[in-house]
Nanobody, 123 residues
Framework: QVHLVESGGGLVQAGGSRRLSCAAS????????MGWFRQPPGKEREFVAA????????DYADSVKGRFTISRDRTKNTVYLQMNNLKPEDTAVYYC????????????????WGQGTQVTVSS
């Protein structure tokens, strides 16, 4: 089981930006994919973005395409989620996870999860 720690959450005004980080503590870390998911209040967890760890190809949910960017730094075992032009509907707990699929993945394609970080967007 991989230990993942998210950071960077907080309160931001609509239209603002935020960058989330997710670091793996393992010295040897080579997942096939890393993903970001979110769980809005009272709703189910949903896919946000995923990236192929080695090649860097990425996929996004339609709701964030053009506003969010996923990236990774393999030297730091860290994946990032740059969120721009945030909207109140982006308010959620954001989770990162390791997975076996980066294109159009589902929750079932991801195994190790972080504890989550809260992002609140005020209008």
């Amino acid at each position: 089981q991989v230990h993942l720690v998210e950071s960077g959450g907080g309160l931001v005004q609509a239209g603002g930006s935020r960058r989330l980080s997710c670091a793996a503590s393992e010295r040897t870390f080579s997942p096939y994919a890393m993903g970001w998911f979110r769980q809005p209040p009272g709703k189910e967890r949903e896919f946000v973005a995923a990236i192929n760890w080695f090649v860097g190809n990425a996929d996004y949910a339609d709701s964030v395409k053009g506003r969010f960017t996923i990236s990774r730094d393999r030297t730091k075992n860290t994946v990032y989620l740059q969120m721009n032009n945030l909207k109140p509907e982006d308010t959620a707990v954001y989770y990162c996870a390791t997975g076996t699929k980066w294109y159009r993945p589902s929750l079932a394609d991801f195994g190790s999860w972080g504890q989550g970080t809260q992002v609140t967007v005020s209008s």
